[in-house]
């Protein structure tokens, strides 16, 4: 179970499962409405927000150290040798960012401070920092960058419901009553008359269900992490973290009518 930290983009984030760390949002157009032209336009442009504005936190990946470091972490000095290790990159925006090692089969993190409105790329983009900013002995450039792919548009049936206003009848029952008239020899007559009903109708709103077609398609992204550390003076190369995320999001383009099932009768 990941902790989801404060992201001030959040709102546009949902859980939805994936083999990734990390969870975007779907997009869904009107169920009346087949994207095209302006409109297709609009949801390109709604993404790139999306993807500039993603909430990525945490990534797995590796650290390589190209000669013995030393770091400062949450325990006090880390020595970290030569070589590959399994690192997990946790992103803080407002913050830090921290760099978890696993050094001796034990896990360290390594905390690099932001300074006041800098935030680390998370999709796209490149940001470099002093050692004296990140509060470690090495300067830290920091890059990422996103491949977009498309699956091209699928078609699916779905269920649908709609509120409409059908008239509702029912039939009243009028008791019977006595009816008396005069003969023509001036006597009362009476009769008993049958009970009798009526037919009473009123608008009222139903659920009528139905199926329709949708129209989508998947979109991938692939998010490529470096996190590098550099000798402050001579600005080599002393370690770099490397790490993927992956996305795969089902888009909805458009829907078709909703019509009652096996009629082809569209619910107006």
Same mark, same amino acid.
């Given at each position: &179970?990941?902790?989801?930290?404060?992201?001030?983009?959040?709102?546009?984030?949902?859980?939805?499962?994936?083999? $990734? #760390?990390?969870?975007?949002?779907?997009?869904? !157009?009107?169920?009346?409405? &087949?994207?095209?032209?302006?409109?297709?336009?609009? %949801?390109?442009?709604?993404?790139?927000?999306?993807?500039?504005?993603?909430?990525?936190?945490?990534?797995?990946?590796?650290? =390589?150290?190209?000669?013995?470091?030393?770091?400062?972490?949450?325990?006090?000095?880390?020595?970290?040798?030569?070589?590959?290790?399994?690192?997990?990159?946790?992103?803080?925006?407002?913050?830090? !960012?921290?760099?978890?090692?696993?050094?001796?089969?034990?896990?360290?993190?390594?905390?690099?401070?932001?300074?006041?409105?800098?935030?680390?790329?998370?999709?796209?983009?490149?940001?470099?920092?002093?050692? &004296?900013? /990140?509060?470690?002995?090495?300067?830290?450039?920091?890059?990422?960058?996103? #491949?977009? $792919?498309? $699956?091209?548009? @699928?078609?699916?049936?779905? $269920?649908?419901?709609?509120? /409409?206003? @059908?008239?509702?009848?029912?039939?009243?029952?009028?008791?019977?009553?006595?009816?008396?008239?005069?003969? @023509?020899?001036?006597?009362q007559i009476c009769r008993n008359l049958p009970p009798t009903s009526r037919r009473i109708c009123r608008d009222e709103y139903t659920t009528v269900y139905g199926q329709r077609q949708v129209t989508y398609e998947y979109?991938?992204?692939?998010? =490529?992490?470096?996190?590098?550390?550099?000798?402050?003076?001579? *600005?080599?190369?002393?370690?770099?973290?490397?790490? *993927?995320?992956?996305? !795969?999001?089902?888009?909805?383009?458009?829907?078709?009518?909703?019509?009652?099932?096996?009629?082809?009768? %569209?619910?107006?």
């Open positions: &179970m990941q902790k989801k930290l404060p992201c001030q983009f959040c709102q546009f984030c949902r859980n939805y499962p994936t083999g $990734s #760390a990390f969870k975007r949002p779907v997009l869904q !157009a009107p169920y009346n409405l &087949m994207l095209r032209g302006k409109d297709m336009k609009k %949801i390109v442009l709604l993404l790139s927000v999306l993807l500039l504005t993603s909430c990525v936190e945490k990534v797995r990946g590796t650290f =390589e150290a190209k000669r013995p470091l030393t770091l400062r972490g949450k325990d006090g000095s880390l020595t970290v040798a030569q070589g590959v290790h399994s690192a997990v990159l946790q992103i803080r925006q407002k913050k830090s !960012a921290t760099v978890v090692l696993e050094v001796n089969g034990k896990k360290s993190k390594v905390k690099f401070n932001l300074p006041s409105g800098v935030k680390l790329p998370t999709n796209q983009g490149q940001v470099r920092l002093t050692s &004296m900013e /990140v509060g470690q002995p090495y300067d830290v450039n920091a890059t990422a960058t996103t #491949a977009v $792919s498309n $699956s091209g548009p @699928r078609t699916s049936i779905e $269920s649908c419901s709609r509120s /409409v206003i @059908r008239p509702v009848c029912s039939y009243e029952t009028i008791p019977g009553r006595q009816e008396c008239f005069p003969d @023509r020899y001036g006597r979109r991938g992204e692939t998010t =490529e992490f470096n996190f590098t550390l550099l000798d402050p003076s001579s *600005q080599e190369v002393v370690g770099q973290f490397n790490g *993927q995320d992956y996305n !795969a999001n089902r888009v909805v383009t458009g829907y078709g009518p909703c019509s009652v099932y096996g009629t082809g009768v %569209i619910i107006q």
